[in-house]
Nanobody, 115 residues
């Protein structure tokens, strides 16, 4: 089992920045990728960014150049630095871990961008 604990969401103005954190615990040695998804009201959950172990990060087109995913293996933590935020970035952001045991999700953290 893998447990994920997110933090860092909140309310920010157009053009502002936020950093999300997701700390993993449990069977972390089985994790093969960690990433962030988001779900806006009335929409499906979508991939934002993913960091694959031993590989390069991948980003959704909508956030390329604005968001950066990074991973601190010593802390078993993945971060999402979000810059130049737009109202359309408003959503609940979920941390995800893919492991040999299955997929795991955090509880979600709300990000709201006001115009």
């Amino acid at each position: 089992q893998v447990q994920l604990r997110e933090s860092g969401g909140g309310l920010v103005q157009l053009g502002g920045s936020l950093r999300l954190s997701c700390a993993a615990s449990g069977s972390i040695f089985r994790i093969t990728a960690m990433g962030w998804y988001r779900q806006a009201p009335g929409k499906q959950r979508e991939l934002v960014a993913v960091h694959i172990s031993g590989g390069s990060p991948n980003y959704a087109d909508a956030v390329k150049g604005r968001f950066t995913i990074s991973r601190d293996n010593a802390k078993s933590t993945v971060y999402l630095q979000m810059n130049s935020l737009k109202p359309e970035d408003t959503a609940v952001y979920y941390c995800n871990a893919a492991s040999t045991l299955g997929q795991y999700w955090g509880q979600g953290t709300q990000v709201t961008v006001s115009s």
